[in-house]
């Protein structure tokens, strides 16, 4: 057996038995940074945030996690180009790092980049299921007509956000499009209850019930919707529409005539 040890054996077990850490606790810190940032959006009040980021860059003040919180302050500041700079900058670092990517995709969102959105917002809900991702890809889906996909991501959005009129609205508009007008009707229906006074509500819940053949309620609601707006010629051409159908064509050509239209029935 060698009694000796080699001078390269003897460096490494120095390296070993002295603490040196060859970078892993660089990256141990890093990727604990990370951790923190990921759990970024769950937190409440500016105090914790604030603590979470001067957490996050005193444990890695040059890594991906840093780069994150440099473009939420740039987010929070209007600084929306410098801010889709910095969230590529973190996934240049951390190709995996989902609340980057979600919030990248809502900033393509808000400039109207739908396809570029609609993936990033994608790799987003890998890591966490943010409402805010759901409500992204559920309007993106929606205006390109995949009522389906829309419609999971409206109701995962709305498990959160379920006091946002808005949404149920939305979710409203697809039922109605996929001829589900009992679901169509129950959406503008809780819009209502959230915001009584929802011109888009009350015309959603109208045209569910013209849907249905419902036709009295429909003009009860139209009617409703008409005090509150009386020059509103979407409503005076759903009414005429309404009329028509009970084969009310005197009614009917003078809310035609009201919207502009001429019935060419």
Not at 39 to 60: D, M, P, S, T, V
Not at 109 to 114: A, I, N, R
Not at 140 to 169: C, Q
Not at 212 to 223: E, G
Request: hydrophobic share 40%.
């Amino acid at each position: 057996m060698n009694k000796y040890i080699t001078a390269p054996s003897l460096i490494l077990l120095v390296l070993l038995t002295t603490g040196f850490n060859w970078g892993f606790g660089h990256r141990d810190k890093c990727g604990e940074a990370k951790e923190v940032a990921a759990g970024f959006a769950e937190l409440k009040g500016a105090a914790e945030q604030n603590e979470a980021e001067a957490r996050i860059q005193k444990l890695c003040p040059d890594g991906s996690a840093s780069h994150f919180i440099t473009a939420l302050k740039l987010e929070r500041a209007g600084d929306t180009e410098q801010a889709i700079a910095e969230y590529r900058e973190t996934l240049k670092d951390a190709p995996e790092f989902p609340v980057a990517n979600g919030n990248l995709g809502l900033l393509y969102l808000q400039k109207g980049l739908s396809d570029e959105a609609a993936l990033e917002l994608s790799k987003g809900l890998q890591g966490q299921a943010d409402p805010r991702y759901h409500k992204g890809l559920a309007r993106i889906f929606a205006s390109s007509k995949l009522f389906a996909l829309a419609g999971y991501h409206y109701r995962e959005a709305l498990k959160v956000f379920s006091a946002d009129a808005a949404l149920h609205e939305e979710l409203g508009d697809v039922y109605a499009n996929q001829e589900l007008f009992d679901n169509a009707e129950g959406e503008y229906s809780r819009a209502l209850a959230i915001r009584p006074d929802s011109e888009t509500a009350r015309l959603g819940l109208a045209a569910a019930f013209v849907g249905k053949n419902q036709l009295d309620k429909a003009l009860n609601v139209l009617h409703k919707a008409q005090s509150a707006n009386p020059g509103n010629k979407e409503i005076h051409s759903l009414l005429a529409e309404t009329y028509e159908k009970k084969g009310d064509r005197k009614a009917a050509e003078e809310e035609y005539l009201q919207a502009g239209k001429v019935n060419e029935g």
